[in-house]
């Protein structure tokens, strides 16, 4: 009989390319996911790991293992959330992933609301970026992902994923008070093609989406400073060194040496998407944080 744990930890070794990269994901010690893996080749009597540099891949049998029988971790994951649902269970271990600022504005009072509620479910927070979460997700690491998605830029979500819309976000163009644009009511690209921006790195959603805005200027956005926190943005802005995109969601209060001024044309708008396998949706755990996180539950639109 082929264990399942052992299987996932396979799984894991094949996500991660290493034991050690696997173990850390899993919560395990590497010897114990290397033991599991070794009695699964006694299982099966074939050997699904080769050692390739310094990390390992899998062999071809184990390709082949790892591909039929990750349809039965499958089907076990949805045999499990038909069962609670059918017994009423909120129970369990929730791991959620989400991105900075929906960590602050929305997942910390969201959370705390849905343990009050459920106090046998039990709850894992970790930040990450929103293509790293989706594949935390996919690859079975974690039951539920909060990702965002600016206008038109696409983000890739695998199709056995389900996508659950839970919030509208804006940002603002963030300026020092004594910015000649501050006493605008709204300003547009069209006025801001001469600024120095405070972005995020190159290759985030954020920075892609701030680029897009310029489409129709003949112009690029001018980056004067990179800084991959937000409250790192807005220290630069008040120490008027740039001006910053800088999103509603999460933000603290601002002082009265930043003015916050709305955008148009386009206007900064991003979607918080909530991600869970598919496999997950009878999970009365994961329908549960759903139903905390929409927008009803937060008091948002």
Known sequence: MIDLAALRSLSAVDTHGSVVAAADALGYTPSAVSQQVKRLERQTGVTLLERVGRGVMLTEDGRHLLDTGGRLLDDLEQVESQLHRRAGVVAGHLRIAAFSTAMRGLVATAVRGLLDAHPDLRVSLVEHEPWDTIDLVATGQLELGLVHTWGDVAIDVPDHLVRTSVAQDVAD??????????????????????????????????????????????????????????????????????????????????????????AHDPVPTREVVAVHRSTLADSPAVRAALAALSPGAQGRC
């Open 173 to 262: 163009v963030v300026v020092h008070r004594d910015h000649p644009l501050a006493r605008r009511p709204r300003v547009t690209p069209a006025d801001l093609v001469d600024e120095g921006w405070i972005a995020t790195p190159e290759g985030t959603i954020c920075r892609q989406w701030l680029g897009r805005m310029y489409d129709g200027t003949g112009r690029r956005p001018r980056i004067a400073h990179v800084a991959m926190e937000f409250d790192s943005h807005l220290a630069l802005v008040r120490a008027g060194l740039g001006i910053a995109l800088v999103p509603r969601l999460g933000r603290a209060e601002l002082d009265d040496q930043l003015v916050a001024l709305p």
